[in-house]
């Protein structure tokens, strides 16, 4: 039988700002990516969404990014990179600490926003991000955006690795996101998205807008809880993978 895991973004809420729909979103998948304080988050929410995390069973990962709170880490930064190999490692340190703190432990790590994205376009800038990471934990499992410099990064690593798609995003026809500006970059119709990750996961690839096939390690499916319809379609997907035989785990880890 077919598997795989469901992934979020999570613990980016500020002090009395809230983003996303954490706890209900915590019901659906199997494993939460969340902020080390960077981007998003801060130590009280960190603290909070890791214990929400281990109180369901809930496979935690480290969510690092660039150090842009107003952005969002979303806007694009240069560093060289043995500060970027810093800027992991001290925050995936902030979220074993955390983590342990509410009795659980960091399995996996996922780069977020620009950073993420610049990571997917330069193998380079991935390892540098990696090497931070991996000298902390080396038995770390790294989330990539598969079929992307990422997945390119880690095999040449030879570290533990899952690959990762994206349930409410389009693809262009080299495995990247469609850039957020463009028109139809974000998914919104729940029964699309839903559609699209069960033949994603049945064909093992990335369908891009093009209708392109894209062969991928399909290990993982991200599915977003800030936005009007972001936890109607997390529901949705998960509803249509299960009826589709689909089991949902928490990922292993390749390598």
């Keep these: ?17 809230v983003m996303g729909q954490d706890s209900a979103l915590l019901d659906v998948i199997t494993s939460a990516n969340i902020a080390c304080g960077f981007h998003a988050g801060d130590w009280d929410v960190m603290a909070a969404t890791m214990r929400q995390a281990v109180a369901r069973g809930t496979g935690i990962g480290a969510h690092p990014g660039f150090p842009d709170l107003q952005g969002f880490g979303r806007r694009r930064m240069q560093i060289s990179g043995d500060s970027l190999r810093n800027l992991v490692a001290y925050q995936l340190g902030a979220a074993q600490a955390m983590a342990r703190a509410a009795g659980g432990a960091v399995r996996h790590l996922k780069l977020h926003g620009a950073l993420s994205n610049m990571s997917a376009e330069d193998a380079a800038l991935a ?14 499992i790294v989330m990539v955006l598969a079929a992307t410099a990422q997945q390119e990064a880690v095999e040449a690593l030879g570290c533990r690795w899952a690959g990762e798609i994206f349930a409410d995003r389009a693809y262009n026809d ?20 839903a559609e699209r990750m069960v033949a994603m996961v049945r064909e093992g690839a990335i ?3 093009s209708g392109k096939r894209i062969p991928a390690p399909v ?36 390598g």
């Design 219 to 254: 290990d993982t499916i991200c599915l977003h809880g800030d936005g009007k319809t972001a936890l109607e379609i997390a529901r949705t997907v998960r509803g249509a993978l299960e009826a589709a035989g689909i089991a949902l785990e928490v990922f292993p880890g390749r």
């Design 174 to 193: 080299d495995a990247t996101l469609v850039d957020r500006s463009q028109p139809g970059a974000v998914i919104h119709d729940p029964a699309l998205a």
């Design 1 to 17: 039988m077919a598997s795989v895991d469901l992934n979020a973004d999570m613990g980016e809420s500020h002090g009395p700002w």
């Design 207 to 209: 369908i891009a807008e």
């Design 127 to 140: 390892r540098a991000a990696y090497e931070g990471a991996l000298s902390v934990d080396p038995e770390i």
